[in-house]
């Protein structure tokens, strides 16, 4: 935690309360919530993220759940936690270590404690602190009171007991009950970082709206919680973070999928084209496809496809028909669209493939993050099939490349693959709304004049002519054998095919004179530049500001083409000593580099199924300069 | 519409792209496409609005052959492909071209949930129980016991039945025909376009090159009489030659009678009920194995709402509900705070 001043005797209000104990005020924190899969620890940690975000923070939280739905209750195995980092300055990660662990069980404790900041804050819920659920977790003793953790500040609070206690005249059932702790957990938190809690009474209110007993058990809960922390003399004091100095607007706090999801339905609008997603659902990149199927007010159709393979099947037929196709998946699914792929790439036709991509290969680490699928993306098909892809450094970012993916497939008529990932998918980060009329016009023309047409003309970007069916004496026939040049009739002349593969490759090589200029951070040359692509984003940006200010020459480019690579990397590239890039893989991207500027980097790599760690990449940083 | 009444009606000729066809010299497939092309031109629809998708085989190439728009898609997927583009405009008459295996084996998946969710696809399969184009394998409707390139010592697989697999995935419409009976193939595909939803009719094709004869008692003026049991809807059961031949149910076990014969007259013999709520009884047709007489005709025609319809519908409601969407308001909807 990163204490800023002072105590204070006098009593204050903050936040509409009345604080009695000193107020210390803090310039950032991470709080981590844990406990079991059902004990909703995912919803604490974004309500709590919620009330921050009000408070005018700078935030970003990462939700690390097990593929198991509800594992069996204590389990190491089953321990779902939520990490939120908000600040007075600006937020990039979720971070590093937390400076508050929320602990319900033992597992929870034990699976987490070595994440923890010497000297941090735990908040562990003693009643859960039991024979079973200390064996549960692998404990001899009990670590609450046998000096495990003498390094760190300890609160102990029955949350179940009190709880139940707060709850027994309701008349809700005793399983009830047990599902409102963690709303006591939450009141407990919301006192201590000097949040009022009407705001959470209204969100429960009306998230449980159908059920107003359990909103009234809920609420109790939660005030329970809040005056227990307000009244009890364990916390000496509380603390206060500063509200972050944010660029003036209206925001909202949004997870990558979210935004993906708006940003398919802004394309729709600015094209004033239909959209389609065909998709299977899929961890962690199924939350498009339910935020789209809520969304059938808009011209969107949302189909349920019977298997990965009928997603993106779909998705070309719709295209073929005229609307945007889209399908999403993770990267199993990635594998299994490929030869779909391939077809799109055959006929022409606009298509964005989003991949959420986790920990591989084969079923892997289905709720985790990596960065494993860059070179399936780019090369993972039979034949020379050149394929556009583009990836996102955060969750917000996923809005703008949603609509950039669209951009390209309609401009180029060509599928095009937008790399997200379960870093980003799942993490929420404030987003400035835009102001819906202040973004660009996606334009798309269909052909409807029958004369002189040919099915495989093109124009100036190489890109062929888009045809509704329906369009009156333009009936022609596409498909994936080979085709002639011009009349898309099926050819197998050698010529012809040589020429349509260079077409094919020429048309995606030449999207790099789209892509706007790289921006690098820092210094134009020098000693260090660090090449990062998708979800490492923060931890490279908040890494390389800490070395710079420790007086390193360092500067930071972040792709979000990867295919083409912008026009101006290689000389980039060339205009520092060395050459860094952090990859959650073995080093798909830096192969890339290598391949295409015969320019020495630097792989740094990490498959853990966990975002970098700022440090981690500050101190190579160091090792490096 | 006006326009419309203007444009000189179409004929078969209008459907004829300016490709050459390339199937073998005495190919089932010609008589399917000929008859496709007489069809379409008689069904009231602009040339404009069809649209023929196939995967992978020998009549896959079906769609280079009909000038309309089309796609050769990849091995299987037709169904799926087509249900894109049937979702994405429900005004369109889709078809889908395919045989035994693009169908059956490779693409099952797409074959059954089309068929399930009774989307608006004319599915025209032709079953020449053999893969042609990589010349001369065993398909998923290939005889026990049959040998083939990859089956030299006889196939052990055992085969199943286009139409029972339709009925059992919940189709509306299945129908059989057969190439050789070129009436009898043109009403069948002019039922099937009629249909609202999934039309499913199977094509018995003969491949002349790797399973030549495969239905010769069904082609053979001579036997076909005794061979097939032509299905009308609200009549007995009758074949043969001079139809005396009859189907009578014992329990669920049928057998042939003949009428006039021992005691039995027509009214012992079943009654074909296309529309029968119940499957039952399409289904028992459809596993009729000799010595019974192969049934042609259709064997289920219900009515049920088409999926395209019914996700119109949807959309429609939730804009009655909810009005369009803007993107305004779905940006600022949730949990926003403002910064000044």
């Not at chain 2, 059956?104 to 042609?132: C, E, Q, S, T, V």
Request: hydrophobic fraction near 40%.
């Amino acid at each position: 935690m990163n204490t800023q001043t002072m105590t204070m005797d006098e009593p204050r209000v903050v936040g509409g309360i009345q604080k009695t104990r000193p107020i210390e005020e803090i310039k950032s924190v991470v709080i981590r919530f844990v406990g079991d899969s059902g004990d909703g620890m995912q919803l604490t940690g974004n309500e709590f993220s919620k009330s921050v975000a009000r408070a005018g923070h700078d935030f970003a939280t990462h939700p690390d759940y097990p593929s198991e739905i509800r594992a069996p209750t204590g389990t190491l195995f089953g321990v779902s936690g939520y990490q939120i980092q908000f600040s007075s300055g600006q937020v990039f990660t979720s971070g590093d270590a937390p400076d508050v662990l929320v602990a319900m069980n033992p597992a929870a404790l034990k699976t987490n404690l070595p994440d923890v900041k010497h000297g941090g804050m735990i908040i562990a819920n003693s009643g859960a602190f039991n024979k079973t659920n200390l064996q549960k977790a692998g404990y001899q003793s009990n670590p609450l009171d046998d000096g495990t953790l003498t390094d760190f500040r300890l609160y102990t609070i029955d949350i179940a007991d009190l709880t139940n206690q707060a709850l027994k005249d309701t008349g809700i059932s005793k399983k009830e009950i047990g599902r409102c702790k963690n709303y006591y957990a939450l009141g407990l938190m919301l006192y201590l970082y000097s949040r009022p809690i009407e705001d959470e009474e209204q969100n429960i209110r009306a998230k449980f709206a159908k059920k107003p007993e359990i909103a009234e058990a809920n609420v109790i809960a939660l005030r329970a919680g809040y005056a227990y922390a307000e009244s009890t003399e364990m916390f000496v004091s509380t603390y206060q973070v500063r509200a972050a100095d944010i660029k003036p607007g209206r925001y909202r706090s949004i997870t990558g999928n979210h935004a993906a999801a708006l940003g398919f339905v802004a394309a729709s609008e600015l094209a004033k084209v239909p959209l389609f997603l065909g998709s299977y659902p899929i961890t962690p990149a199924t939350d498009i496809l339910q935020e789209l199927s809520a969304l059938k007010h808009f011209n969107i159709t949302t189909f349920q496809a019977e298997d990965e393979i009928a997603g993106i099947c779909s998705a070309i037929g719709a295209a073929y028909g005229g609307v945007l196709g889209l399908t999403t998946t993770s990267g199993p699914g990635m594998a299994l669209k490929t030869e779909a792929m391939g077809l799109a790439v055959m006929l022409e036709l606009p298509l964005v493939i989003t991949n959420v991509q986790r920990g591989g290969p084969s079923t892997g680490l289905p709720t985790k993050v990596e960065q494993s699928d860059l070179l399936q993306a780019i090369y993972g098909r039979n034949g020379e099939c050149p394929i556009p892809v583009i990836a996102a450094r955060s969750p917000a970012d996923c809005f703008d490349c949603a609509i950039e993916a669209f951009r390209i497939a309609v401009k180029y008529m060509t599928p095009v693959i937008f790399l997200s990932d379960g870093g980003i998918g799942n993490a929420a980060e404030p987003w400035r709304i835009p102001d819906p009329a202040k973004l660009r016009p996606l334009d798309v023309w269909f052909r409807t004049d029958p004369d002189g047409f040919q099915p495989y003309a093109r124009d100036e970007n190489l890109a062929r002519a888009w045809v509704r069916p329906g369009t009156p004496g333009m009936e022609h026939r596409v498909g994936g054998l080979e085709k002639h040049f011009l009349t898309g009739n099926i050819s197998h002349d050698p010529f012809n095919h040589e020429r349509m593969v260079d077409l094919r490759a020429a048309k995606i090589a030449g999207i790099a004179k789209d892509i706007p200029q790289l921006e690098v951070e820092g210094p134009q040359s020098g000693d260090l530049l660090i090449v990062g692509w998708g979800s490492t984003y923060g931890s490279i940006v908040q890494a390389r500001e800490q070395a710079e200010a420790a007086g390193k020459s360092v500067a930071h480019v972040h792709l979000r083409h990867l295919n083409p690579l912008p026009a101006d990397l290689g000389d980039l590239l060339a205009r520092y000593k060395t050459v860094l890039v952090p990859e959650l893989n073995l080093g798909q991207l830096s192969k890339l580099l290598r391949e295409r500027y015969l320019c020495d980097v630097i792989v740094m790599s990490k498959v853990q199924g966990k975002m970098f760690k700022v440090s981690e990449i500050y101190d190579r940083i160091l090792e490096l300069c | 519409m006006n326009q419309m009444t203007e444009i000189k009606p179409l004929t078969r000729k209008d459907f004829e792209s300016d490709q050459d066809v390339r199937w073998c010299p005495g190919c089932g497939d010609y008589a399917v496409l000929a008859q496709v092309q007489k069809l379409l031109p008689t069904l009231g629809i602009p040339r404009e609005q069809f649209a023929f998708i196939s995967g992978i085989g020998c009549s896959s190439r079906f769609p280079y052959y009909m000038e309309t728009y089309g796609m050769h898609s990849i091995h299987g997927r037709a169904p799926a492909i087509a249900s894109g583009l049937k979702l994405a405009r429900p005004e369109l008459s889709v078809w889908v071209v395919s045989g035994d295996g693009d169908s059956l084996a490779i693409g099952g998946n797409h074959f059954i949930h089309a068929m399930r969710r009774n989307i608006g696809l004319k599915i025209i399969l032709l079953n020449n129980r053999i893969y042609g184009l990589t010349k001369g394998q065993y398909s998923p409707t290939s005889e026990f016991g049959k040998k083939t390139k990859t089956t030299p010592l006889g196939s052990i697989d055992r085969p199943f039945s286009p139409i029972s697999v339709a009925l059992g995935a919940g189709a509306t419409f299945v129908a059989r025909t057969v190439d050789s009976d070129h009436p009898h193939l043109l009403d069948t595909l002019r039922r099937a376009a009629e249909h609202r939803g999934t039309a499913f009719v199977e094509v018995l094709q003969n491949c002349i090159v790797f399973n030549d004869g495969a239905y010769d008692a069904l082609a053979n003026k001579e036997t076909r009489d005794d061979a097939r049991l032509l299905l009308e809807h609200g009549k007995p059961m009758r074949f043969g030659k001079d139809g005396s031949k009859g189907i009578r149910m014992r329990g669920f076990e049928p057998e042939v009678v003949t009428v006039g014969e021992g005691g039995v007259t027509e009214a012992d013999l079943s009654v074909h009920d296309e529309s029968a709520a119940n499957g039952g009884l399409a289904f028992f047709l459809s596993q009729f194995a000799a010595p019974l007489p192969v049934p042609l005709g259709v064997f289920r025609a219900v009515e049920a709402p088409a999926y395209e319809t019914l996700s119109t519908q949807l959309a429609a409601d939730a804009r009655a509900q909810r009005g369009s969407g803007t993107l305004e308001k779905l940006f600022n909807s949730g949990d926003t705070w403002t910064i000044d």
